[in-house]
């Protein structure tokens, strides 16, 4: 597994990698991995021949009162996990490296941003869509991976291979969950003993409505109203939203319409604050497509 630091060390080496038309898989991160990222580094590793990996806590996608200055970092860690994951580059810039200089260029994604976590970081997908566009243009890879824990992330991202004409597959990967359902993130370590018992209710919640939709006559408002009641069981919850929307368009599905009634993709999303620290998970649901109509 060879270290980049530089874009040029990325560059000879994934040229000299590359040569015979090898394709390319892409995994970047924010590092600090775990088990979710790990998924998505041996997908990348098993369908291409080189395997990237980048590490980089993007300072341009934290609000101003994030957790950017206390965002958990172990890069020892991670370049075990890597290497057992079969990663092949890992690509980690300092700040100098990835912006030199101030960008004057903003990739916004309209429409798709103005909705949940959009909402409530404002600016966070410009610093995502920014950063992820000078990745690809780095790495050039033929596909990359990203999780589907951040759901709204891979609609933009896929929106922005599509309008810019980026030539890489975006492949949406699983949510991987610790045993009782927690969704795998990298600040679950902020979580006190109690705060992580209880952030079970997010994926309990969404299992929950997994089966409440099958019931008759279930809008889109009350779905929401229980999935919010069953998060409030937990002591220490915040709710900063429940949304049910159509995926991936992200439009919004209205209050009094029958779940059970809507055909298309859609997508519960939930974001939770513990304390400081703030959770989000989702599911896409399976409705029957009428059957519960009434
Ligand atoms: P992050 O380091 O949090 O920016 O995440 C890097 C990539 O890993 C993103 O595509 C995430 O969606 C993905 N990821 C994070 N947690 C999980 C998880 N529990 N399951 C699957 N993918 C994940």
Request: aromatic content about 6%; hydrophobic content about 40%; overall charge negative.
């Amino acid at each position: 597994m060879i270290v980049c630091r530089t874009k040029e060390e990325l560059k000879s080496n994934l040229n000299q990698l590359r040569a015979n038309e090898k394709s390319v898989g892409f995994v970047p991160t924010m590092g600090y991995l775990h088990e979710g990222h790990g998924s998505l580094l041996r997908l990348a590793h098993e369908a291409n021949d080189i395997s990237v990996l980048s590490i980089y806590v993007n300072p341009m996608q934290f609000g101003p009162n994030e957790d950017l200055d206390r965002y958990p970092r172990d890069e020892e860690r991670d370049l075990k996990l890597a290497e057992e994951c079969g990663t092949d580059i890992v690509f980690i810039p300092s700040n100098e490296e990835m912006y030199p200089k101030k960008p004057l260029t903003t990739v916004v994604v309209n429409g798709l941003t103005s909705q949940l976590c959009g909402a409530t970081r404002p600016g966070h997908f410009d610093g995502v869509g920014l950063v992820v566009s000078k990745l690809f243009h780095l790495v050039k890879p033929d596909r990359a991976y990203f999780g589907m824990k951040d759901a709204q992330q891979v609609a933009v991202i896929e929106q922005i291979v599509d309008d810019l004409n980026f030539d890489i597959e975006i492949v949406p990967c699983q949510i991987v969950r610790e045993p009782d359902g927690l969704a795998l993130s990298s600040r679950n370590v902020y979580l006190n003993a109690e705060q992580r018992a209880g952030a079970v209710v997010l994926s309990q919640s969404l299992h929950l409505a997994e089966e409440w939709i099958k019931e008759t006559g279930v809008t889109a408002g009350s779905l929401i109203e229980r999935v919010k009641s069953h998060i409030g069981i937990a002591k220490e919850a915040n709710i900063e939203y429940v949304e049910l929307l159509h995926y991936p368009t992200l439009e919004p599905i209205e209050v009094n319409k029958y779940v059970g009634s809507i055909t298309s993709r859609i997508i519960l999303a939930l974001a939770v604050k513990f304390g400081t620290t703030r959770l989000i998970d989702n599911s896409l649901l399976n409705t029957s497509g009428g059957a519960n109509n009434v």
